[in-house]
């Protein structure tokens, strides 16, 4: 390799070296911008100048290196012509160190709107998180009135703040379903509520803008509930609920990519509904639940590789039917107490087979289900 090459490469090595300090210069730290937006116009200025000095020495002395460092003829020897080429290079120079400084003007004032942008933008959003939360305020406390019109005016207040403030609106729902604790006995108010859930969980082909959400209903006392033909995405916790009343409602209700939780759950409903349900990559658990006189329909159910377990539940009086259910796992029924309480499977057909219980067969099973794996 030719000494030509080697100092090509010098030459190359030397230049990406200066370009990446040009480099790290534009893309300062936030701290470091901060700093250098509050300091004097003219240390830019000279910072600028420093770096331009530095790329030019750098260059020249590159390609004076390159050129076998030729010297420099004596002043006489020069002609008219050489004269005024030296001085038009002089005058390039000139101008070049005044660009450098419009340059570095410019980038300040750059610096300095997009400063003054962000700073606008924070204020903004400042401003916007305190307006949240006063209406938040105002809305909790409409929630705990003692009269149930300031309850029912807290709800529509509160359910307005969770379209509006996405960041809170889990905190939003949150408060909502505690009034269903705290005011249990207050009908207008709970209606208002489930109203309020059901406008904004879609339908049960399509997502509400709350249907991602987790909605944890742990202790509510339902009456006559009505779930239908919603789309949960989020978890949903009925964990030591009440369902009471004449009719509970999952029918034609999507649950994607969730558990339906229910765990110490208590329904004494004339019919639990979950016919035409559909579950996808979740599960039912119904573990230490209390079926007091009622019928559970799993009608159609479509559970995809979701699982339905029953574990240490109590039916009495009760029954558990469905046909035509679609089903991916085993149904599992472990350690159940079934008294004077059945279980329809004969009409299962496909999934017929993939029932399995353990820990013994229940009270009231068809005869058919000696035909089930052990």
């Not at 080429?85 to 450098?100: R, T």
């Not at 307006?131 to 305020?137: A, H, Q, V």
């Not at 006559?224 to 034609?252: C, I, K, P």
């Amino acid at each position: 390799m030719g000494s030509n090459t080697w100092q090509y490469a010098a030459v190359g090595a030397l230049a990406v070296v200066w370009l990446l300090l040009l480099a790290r210069r534009l893309k300062l730290p936030l701290r470091r911008r901060k700093r250098e937006s509050q300091s004097p116009v003219w240390v830019s200025i000279v910072g600028w100048l420093v770096i331009a000095l530095l790329v030019a020495a750098a260059a020249g002395g590159g390609l004076l290196w390159i050129l076998g460092w030729p010297t420099m003829p004596k002043q006489a020897a020069f002609s008219t012509t050489e004269m005024l080429d030296l001085l038009k290079i002089g005058l390039a120079v000139v101008a070049g160190f005044g660009g450098v400084v419009a340059l570095a003007v410019n980038y300040r004032k750059q610096r300095v709107t997009e400063a003054a942008h962000t700073h606008a933008l924070n204020q903004e959003e400042r401003e916007r998180t305190k307006l949240f939360n006063e209406r938040f305020k105002v809305a909790a406390e409409l929630l705990s009135g003692e009269q149930p019109g300031l309850r029912i005016a807290g709800v529509s207040a509160m359910a307005g703040l969770a379209d509006d403030w996405e960041a809170q609106r889990q905190t939003c729902v949150d408060a909502l379903i505690d009034q269903l604790r705290l005011h249990e006995d207050d009908a207008q108010t709970a209606n208002k509520i489930f109203r309020a859930l059901r406008d904004r969980l879609g339908t049960h082909r399509e997502a509400g803008p709350w249907s991602e959400l987790n909605f944890d209903f742990t202790g509510v006392r339902f009456v006559d509930a009505d779930f239908s033909e919603r789309t949960f995405t989020g978890a949903v916790v009925l964990d030591g609920a009440e369902f009471t009343g004449d009719h509970t409602s999952f029918e034609r209700t999507a649950f994607r990519h969730t558990t339906l939780s229910c765990h110490g759950t208590t329904f004494t409903n004339t019919e639990v509904n979950f016919q035409d349900a559909y579950f996808d990559f979740g599960a039912i658990e119904f573990v230490g639940c209390a079926f007091d006189r009622t019928t559970l329909n799993l009608h159609r159910l479509d559970a995809l590789y979701s699982r339905i377990d029953f574990y240490r539940s109590t039916f009495t009086g009760s029954g558990v039917v469905g046909h035509d259910l679609t089903l991916s796992l085993p149904v599992r029924v472990e350690l159940c107490t079934f008294l004077d309480s059945t279980i329809d499977l004969r009409t299962f057909e496909a999934g017929f087979q993939a029932v399995r219980f353990v820990g013994g067969e229940p009270e009231g099973l068809p005869t058919a289900s000696s035909e089930l794996p052990q």
